[in-house]
């Protein structure tokens, strides 16, 4: 009998070392005030777009395909990193983020376009709309964290989104090792 591997893997806009260090920035100032929780390290920063989970690795050079095509039908956008929030809500936090505080059209329509070419390649819909977002930490167990976000300076950073990444991901007991499969230029 074969075995087939897998590999678990995500699309994800990359971070440049400037925008990654001013997040870091802006996560210690929530730091201490949140407890039980595993901090995303600098170096692993990143802007998610769709998590796929493990998939096997016949499926790597169509979602390569679909990457390149999705990311040649756009131009480079910019995306305010300007609020907190957390998921599923910062009454129950299980993950916290930084994020636009205002949708991003180009975002949503990148978002779509792998959506949809996912879906052909026979994933399950996303039950929820992308929501463009930098992990900061993810915690133990559910936290309120709505009085911490509240009093917390709202950050004002923006980056450039001119490329689109299909990365891999290696759970480890230190944090996830992430590694680059493939990259693409928005805009071609």
Do not use: N
Not at 4 to 33: K, P, T
Not at 46 to 59: A, N
Request: hydrophobic share 45%.
């Amino acid at each position: 009998m074969a075995i087939i591997a897998s590999v678990r893997l995500f699309y994800c806009m990359e971070l440049g070392d400037d925008v990654r260090a001013s997040v870091a920035r802006s996560a210690r100032s929530l730091q201490a005030r949140i407890r039980g929780g595993t901090w995303v390290a600098p170096g692993s920063l990143h802007i998610t777009l769709r998590f796929l989970g493990e998939v096997g690795e016949e499926l790597v050079p169509p979602l390569a395909k679909l990457g390149a095509e999705a990311s040649s039908q756009l131009t480079p956008f910019e995306l305010r990193l300007d609020r907190f929030g957390a998921f599923p809500s910062p009454a129950r936090a299980r993950v916290l983020w930084i994020g636009p505080a205002v949708d991003s059209a180009p975002f949503a329509a990148l978002a779509q376009r792998i959506e949809e070419g996912v879906q052909a390649l026979g994933f399950p819909p996303e039950r929820k709309p992308a929501h463009p977002h930098v992990t900061l930490a993810r915690l133990r167990v559910p936290q309120d964290l709505a009085p911490v976000l509240a009093g917390a300076p709202p950050p004002d950073l923006a980056t450039v989104v001119d490329g689109l990444t299909l990365m891999g991901s290696e759970l480890r007991p230190q944090g996830p090792l992430y590694t680059p499969l493939a990259r693409w230029t928005v805009g071609g």
